[in-house]
Nanobody
Framework: QVQLVESGGGLVQLGGSLRLSCAAS????????MNWVRQAPGKGPEWVSA????????YYADSVKGRFTISRDNAKNTLYLQMNSLKPEDTAVYYC?????????????????WGQGTQVTVSS
């Protein structure tokens, strides 16, 4: 049973920082691209970032580039998102999502499992 459990969300002021974590189990974590996706109330999901299996390749949405850093610790089966210089528009539920395919040079943006999400609220 694949499980993805996000944590680390909370309420922060504009300009603050948070580190989100996603604990993964039920699959070979070190073989998959992983993603962070967020969804604000009343809006559709927005892809945020992706990281390859070894952690050496990363991609970011323009909206977070330069402020967020995705990383992973394969020994701990954990995905991270370091969020700095937070803005009110970053307010959303943040989800980690597993790429559907294990062997890929690039992220496919096809996700077969999502976590339950963790709420991030940025006040101004």
């Amino acid at each position: 049973q694949v499980q993805l459990v996000e944590s680390g969300g909370g309420l922060v002021q504009l300009g603050g920082s948070l580190r989100l974590s996603c604990a993964a189990s039920g699959f070979t974590f070190s073989s998959y691209w992983m993603n962070w996706v967020r969804q604000a109330p009343g809006k559709g999901p927005e892809w945020v970032s992706a990281i390859n299996s070894g952690g050496g390749s990363t991609y970011y949405a323009d909206s977070v580039k330069g402020r967020f850093t995705i990383s992973r610790d394969n020994a701990k089966n954990t995905l991270y998102l370091q969020m700095n210089s937070l803005k009110p528009e970053d307010t959303a539920v943040y989800y980690c999502a597993k790429d559907k395919y294990s062997a890929s040079y690039y992220p496919t943006y096809e996700y077969d499992y999502w976590g339950q999400g963790t709420q991030v609220t940025v006040s101004s």
